[in-house]
């Protein structure tokens, strides 16, 4: 689908910027790749310290906690001086308690302490939780030690050389990192604090267990749900590709996993295949080579691709745009999304039918004419921004699909958006409607076009207005010079309108009737409001003869629905004709007494007779465009082969001709002008001569 292009809010002088940046001769090549580079190892660098220092803030505390049991359980692994003191303290006891013994004897009844033999758990006990420590204090060291060796990669690999030394020393050291298994060293630190962990409460539950069976139950069913739970994080990653939980041990339980599958579905293969003798079983089956993907892409690389399948996209896009429906709010925002948003699905990177279904299309055109609505009211932004963000409504409405071209006509000329048509963007954009589509949106977009031309204010803008004038495909017989002549080339605008609203009245049928009705009318209203006394004889002339024959087919039409139509343009019109009719040096006369008075809402005005025709002279020749009073803005007049619209330009000569405007004297009847007949024109303009310009970004 057909699509305005858009300048994405300063994109191109970004692009200019980025254009002047560049690097040209022998160090080009090497300067891209240590721009392409920087930003991957900048990002490794990170991760690297980030996880270093959650490894020394953990070791830490846990360390500390694991000292303070050993200091307990350590006095169990040497004999109790209490327990000798007590020994000889009984001894004693029993040498002084026999009161008759006369000399002192030593019995052989003493007892002497027993040799020292620590309980086995003890020894357990302790075995786990020093080893515990030493794991602890081992991660502490290699955090330490992966800080040092990520600074150290920095500051080597950017040396202030030149940019072909610096890439050479940045992809030896980037080889190294991997022949060398440096990520693997980072994914260990995490293992070897969760071993640590595991080997602690591993000797505390044997501590307990031989100190008081309740706390060791206690503590046992804990740890079993802190097992468990550690159990399945390890495991979800391998079940749900999207799961946010993750364990060290997840990368290993998945190589594990999926290469046992492999060689499960491999070994089954080759046992039906030797039973059964089936030449066909030697090929893979699908279940054997996913597992087999899955092992050699690993953990990380499956959940990216499974991210892209194609059953997923409509619900994952979907989401992205409730969400930035949810978060979006200032209308620059806005502005950006919905630029994104056109791109995307011009570029089918999005499917739009897949995409927005009918509840997401509703939200969607919600958002659209609440930002436009905004836009247009405020008085805090800029023309060039509203023009800017009109161009990026039209490309995201059709893009989307949340509007088909003639929906969008129909909402700007008999809807909330009738603001756009105060804007030449709206014309251009409208004008590539003429093409490639059916014959009801060619003519509602031919409408668009004349209302546009009708409704700008071109003394703001007026080498815009003169361009969209020129380029459009109306046909409007206009001579060189005569577009300058706003009211004229008005007059010529409503004629030539007239004139398509008849052509395709009688190709299109019950379409016409029911869709278009509003949008003519609209158009007419909007189209006929000009000075219709200060313009040229020749259009006067072509108006009368067109009146003249809409008052005809409304008399003595041959079809009721043709009769009805004609009367529906000549209510609409009539006011230029009352207007041309005024006066007693009118170049046109007639009976119009019946319809001068009437309102438009008098049923007067659907009585065909009330309506008469023009009696006209011979059409005069165009004369020559007088000059233009001095005290009138400069304009700029445009030749038979126009030069491109420049919108910087033409912002400039409308601010430097506004800022000398003064309101111009009484206009003179057209009747008064005289103009030099020794002038002749060499051509008539084409309408392929004048393309439309791309629009100010």
């Known amino acids: 689908m057909s699509s305005i292009p858009l300048t994405d809010m300063g994109t191109a002088e970004q692009g200019s910027q980025t254009d002047s940046s560049y690097v040209y001769g022998p160090d080009a090549f090497f300067s891209m790749y240590l721009e ?55 001894n004693i006891y029993q040498l002084l308690a026999d009161p008759n013994r006369t000399h002192i004897s030593i019995p052989s009844t003493l007892s002497t302490p027993p040799p020292f033999s620590p309980p086995k758990y003890i020894v357990w006990v302790n075995a786990l939780w020093f080893l515990s420590f030493s794991v602890s204090l081992t991660c502490a060291l290699l955090a330490t030690l992966l800080q040092r060796w990520a600074r150290r990669y920095l500051r080597i690999t950017r040396l202030p050389y030149r940019p072909h030394r610096r890439a050479r020393i940045r992809a030896f050291f980037f080889e190294g990192i991997h022949k060398l298994h440096l990520p693997w060293v980072v994914e260990a630190l995490p293992t070897l604090l969760h071993l640590s962990l595991f ?11 031989n100190i008081n069976h309740t706390i060791f139950v206690v503590v046992l069913s804990w740890a079993g749900v802190c097992i468990t739970a550690y159990a399945i994080i390890t495991l979800m ?76 996209l409509q619900r994952l896009d979907l989401d992205i745009l409730s969400w ?65 963000r009109i161009n990026i409504y039209i490309n995201t409405a059709i893009d989307t699909t949340v509007l088909q071209p003639s929906d969008l006509i129909h909402e700007v000329l008999h809807g909330k958006l009738g603001g756009f048509l105060s804007f030449v963007a709206f014309g251009l954009s409208a004008q590539i409607w003429l093409q490639d589509y059916d014959p009801l949106t060619t003519f509602l977009a031919e409408c668009a076009i004349a209302a546009t031309i009708a409704r700008v204010q071109r003394w703001k803008c007026p080498g815009a207005w003169s361009h969209l004038v020129l380029s459009s495909q109306l046909d409007l017989s206009l001579p060189e010079g005569y577009v300058e002549y706003g009211d004229s080339a008005l007059l ?72 009805q139509f004609s009367i529906m343009i000549l209510k609409n019109i009539r006011k230029v004709m009352i207007e041309l009719c005024k006066g007693e040096d009118a170049p046109l006369t007639g009976q119009m007494n019946s319809i001068i008075t009437s309102g438009d809402d008098d049923s007067v005005l659907e009585v065909p007779s009330s309506y008469s025709k023009c009696q006209t002279r011979a059409a005069p020749s165009f004369p020559l465009p007088p000059m233009l009073p001095s005290s009138y803005p400069t304009r700029t007049v445009l030749t038979a082969s126009p030069t491109p619209y420049d919108p910087r330009e033409a912002q400039h000569n409308m601010q430097s001709s506004m800022s000398s405007f003064t309101p111009p004297p009484p206009s003179l009847p057209v009747s008064t002008i005289v103009a030099p007949t020794s002038v002749q024109y060499t051509g008539a303009f084409s309408r392929d001569d004048a393309l439309p310009p791309k629009l100010p970004g």
């Open 199 to 209: 080997l602690f409460f591993a000797g505390l539950g044997l501590y307990l267990h």
């Open 237 to 312: 990653p391998i079940l749900r590709h999207n799961s946010p939980y993750y364990a060290p041990l997840s990368s290993s339980a998945w190589c594990l996993v999926n290469g046992l599958l492999y060689v499960i579905f491999r070994f089954s293969r080759a046992i039906i295949s030797l039973i059964l003798d089936h030449q066909n079983v030697t090929q893979p089956h699908d279940w054997e080579t996913t597992s087999y993907k899955k092992f050699s892409d690993g953990m990380d690389k499956t959940a990216e691709q499974t991210a892209q399948e194609e059953n997923l």
């Open 324 to 388: 930035m429906f949810k978060t979006l709010d200032e209308d620059h925002e806005w502005e950006r999304c919905f630029v994104g948003l056109a791109s995307a699905c011009s570029s089918r990177v999005m499917h739009p039918r897949r995409i927005f279904v009918e509840s997401e299309r509703e939200r969607l055109k919600n958002a659209l004419m609440g930002w436009a609505e905004r836009t247009l009211s405020s008085n805090l932004v800029s023309e060039e921004i509203k023009e800017r």
């Open 492 to 563: 010529a605008n409503l004629i030539s309108i007239v004139g398509q609203m008849r052509l395709n009245h009688s190709r299109l049928h019950q379409g016409f009737d029911l869709y278009a009705q509003d949008v003519i009318r609209g158009t007419l209203q909007l189209v006929c409001k000009f000075d219709a006394w200060q313009t040229l004889p020749e259009l006067q002339y072509r108006f009368c003869d067109l009146w003249n024959e809409l008052v005809d087919t409304a008399q003595n039409g041959k079809y009721g629905r043709t009769r």
């Open 36 to 90: 392409k580079t920087e930003e991957e190892d900048t990002r490794m660098v990170e991760t690297w310290k980030t996880d270093a220092d959650g490894t020394l803030v953990f070791t830490g505390l846990f360390s500390a906690a694991v000292a303070t049991c050993i200091g307990i359980s350590i006095q169990d692994l040497k004999p109790n001086p209490q327990d000798t003191s007590a020994i000889h303290l009984g």
